[in-house]
């Protein structure tokens, strides 16, 4: 059974910073690119990070470039957001994914961000 599992959401303040973790089982991770996507309230889910396989090649949404980091640790099963200077826009809920696992990819149950002062 595919399990992704979300933590290090929170509130922080504007300019803060935290790290989320995504914990994976259930299939071979270290064979699938993963990533990190985020809904905030009345608005669609946006694609905010993608990491190949074995780390080598990151994408990220241009609302975030230079602020935010995709790792993984295939050792560990986990896949992090390292996200820094924060600011309100930022806040939704943050979502791992595997995307070509599943016939419709897996999702984790979703993390709260909130940036606020």
């Known amino acids: 059974q595919v399990q992704l599992v979300e933590s290090g959401g929170g509130l922080v303040q504007p300019g803060g910073s935290l790290r989320l973790s995504c914990a994976a089982s259930?299939?071979?991770?270290?064979?699938?690119?993963m990533n990190w996507y985020r809904q905030a309230p009345g608005k669609e889910r946006e694609l905010v990070a993608d990491?190949?396989?074995?780390?080598?090649?990151?994408k990220y949404a241009d609302s975030v470039k230079g602020r935010f980091t995709i790792s993984r640790d295939n050792a560990k099963k986990t896949v992090y957001l390292q996200m820094n200077s924060l600011q309100p826009e930022d806040t939704a809920v943050y979502y791992c994914?595997?995307?070509?696992?599943?016939?419709?990819?897996?999702w984790g149950q979703g993390t709260q961000v909130t940036v606020s002062s």
């Open positions: 994914c595997a995307p070509y696992v599943g016939s419709t990819g897996s």
């Open positions: 259930g299939f071979t991770f270290s064979s699938y690119r």
């Open positions: 990491i190949t396989s074995n780390g080598g090649i990151t």
